[in-house]
């Protein structure tokens, strides 16, 4: 649900604690809920935190699901359905803070929900390539499909589609995601 105000990012990050069971977007300064999901979209985004999780030194890389946010201006604030946080970057801030990050990220997932079609793809996609985002993946789980976009030194992106199998995470050394098995939980 969208409200009619335009905030400050001050004041979105007042709204956006304070209202801890509500899950709210910044776009262009107005409010936004990040609308309910479906069970498949929340059970895909659960368990790929959970498998990347258990692949990760916690000293080295945070997951988050459905919490922080990628924030690619004052005026805008998305929450990704899945992210991985380099420590170094998070260990700085205050705990009680808002998790809203500017810098770019290791790896931002996005899985396609009935309730959002195909708008992640459209509005936020070209924010994460601005963002600099290192490794962006877009999971469509009725197809049973994964898009990798992955950035390259001269600052492009490569994609690249899978439909099973293992799939790795090019920023995060060492680490895969069964597709298949993600896909089947």
């Known amino acids: 649900m969208a409200t009619a105000t335009t905030l400050s990012e001050q004041a979105y990050r007042e709204l956006a604690l304070n209202e801890e069971d509500r899950f709210w977007e910044l776009w262009d300064g107005v409010p936004v809920e990040k609308p309910w999901m479906s069970i498949e979209h929340n059970a895909v985004a659960l368990y790929l935190g959970v498998a990347l999780a258990n692949q990760l030194d916690r000293r080295l890389y945070r997951i988050t699901v459905n919490g922080d946010?990628?924030?690619?201006?004052?005026?805008?604030?998305?929450?990704?359905?899945?992210?991985?946080?380099?420590a170094a970057y998070q260990d700085p801030l205050d705990r009680r803070a808002l998790g809203i990050?500017?810098?770019?990220?290791?790896?931002?997932?996005?899985?396609?929900?009935?309730?959002?079609?195909?708008?992640?793809i459209e509005a936020k996609l070209p924010v994460y390539r601005t963002?600099?985002?290192?490794?962006?993946?877009?999971?469509?789980?009725?197809?049973?499909?994964?898009?990798?976009?992955?950035r390259q030194?001269?600052?492009?992106?490569?994609?690249?589609?899978?439909?099973g199998g293992i799939v790795?995470?090019?920023?995060?050394?060492?680490?895969?995601?069964?597709?298949?098995a993600l896909l089947d939980g």
């Open 168 to 180: 790795p995470v090019a920023s995060l050394p060492g680490v895969s995601i069964d597709l298949d």
């Open 101 to 120: 990050y500017t810098d770019p990220l290791p790896l931002v997932v996005e899985v396609w929900s009935p309730t959002t079609g195909d708008y992640d």
């Open 131 to 150: 963002r600099g985002d290192l490794e962006i993946w877009f999971i469509y789980p009725y197809e049973r499909t994964l898009t990798a976009r992955r």
């Open 69 to 86: 946010r990628a924030r690619p201006s004052p005026r805008n604030s998305y929450i990704p359905d899945v992210i991985a946080i380099s």
């Open 153 to 163: 030194p001269d600052s492009t992106y490569t994609e690249e589609r899978y439909k």
